[in-house]
């Protein structure tokens, strides 16, 4: 199983990581594109184009101006590491063993408006940007249209290389878009996730995301192999619903 999430906007690059062993991303070249595209913006412009407030819109230019390759171990992070939203806080990488990076290394996609497809530990920079940005890069009207064909073709790739035809969606609908499913030849499984809320089920965004992250680390500490065992997770007291499930879309309850 190839399993896929969405990157997260709150960034730790404070704390040690807990490997010295990092890889490089296959997209550094189309991150430079980006990251040179985005240095003719002002701060001003910059929180205009993101709607970041002056602090973030001001440090983010400072990012986009010092970025520069090589990426080292003293001036980035792995990803696994760098990344710190809720549905990395539900993955909880600084609980995985080496048995655990080596199968999420092998089985584990983070999708990336700046780095395209990222492993797990794939060095990476601190950045602020989403595939939504409106901006145009030389042909490409959008980011959606600059990564769609890379991000798939990279996606279908690793498929191939693990002879696996089953592709784990535990990312946002907004990365998720990034993927042209006629080039991915494998069943797309999706696991939603909801909660109790005044009698009725509801997806409520931040549960989800950590719920997402759980999903991913279940499969990692567990190496599954058949999405069936999918239906076993249980963590923060969901459960799987066999009735409201459809398909290839995985319901699972809490509350």
Wanted: net charge positive.
């Amino acid at each position: 199983m190839l399993i896929i999430i969405s990157p997260a906007k709150k960034l730790n690059f404070t704390t040690n990581s807990q490997y010295e062993i990092y890889t490089e991303n296959r997209f550094l070249k189309e991150a430079e594109t980006i990251i040179c595209t985005l240095r003719k913006y002002s701060p001003v412009e910059l929180s205009q184009l993101m709607d970041l407030s002056e602090p973030l819109a001001n440090l983010n230019y400072e990012r986009f101006q010092n970025w520069s390759l090589p990426f080292t171990l003293q001036n980035s992070r792995q990803s696994i590491y760098a990344f710190n939203g809720d549905a990395f806080s539900g993955l909880n990488a600084q609980s995985f063993d080496d048995d655990d990076m080596i199968f999420a290394q092998e089985h584990l996609r983070i999708l990336s408006a700046m780095y395209g497809v990222i492993r797990p530990l794939d060095l990476i920079k601190a950045y602020r940007i989403d595939m939504r940005t409106k901006f145009t890069m030389k042909k490409h009207k959008s980011l959606y249209d600059f990564w769609k064909k890379k991000i798939s073709l990279a996606v279908h790739c690793d498929l191939d290389s693990q002879k696996d035809d089953y592709l784990i969606n535990l990312a946002s609908e907004e990365y998720f878009k990034t993927l042209d499913l006629s080039r991915i030849h494998a069943k797309i499984i999706t696991p939603v996730f909801k909660d109790n809320s005044n009698g009725q089920y509801k997806i409520i965004s931040s549960f989800a995301k950590q719920a997402r992250g759980s999903m991913a680390k279940f499969i990692i500490k567990n190496q599954l192999k058949n999405p069936e065992e999918l239906k076993l997770f249980d963590s923060q007291g969901y459960f799987f619903s066999e009735r409201q499930s459809n398909g290839n879309m995985l319901i699972f309850l809490r509350g």
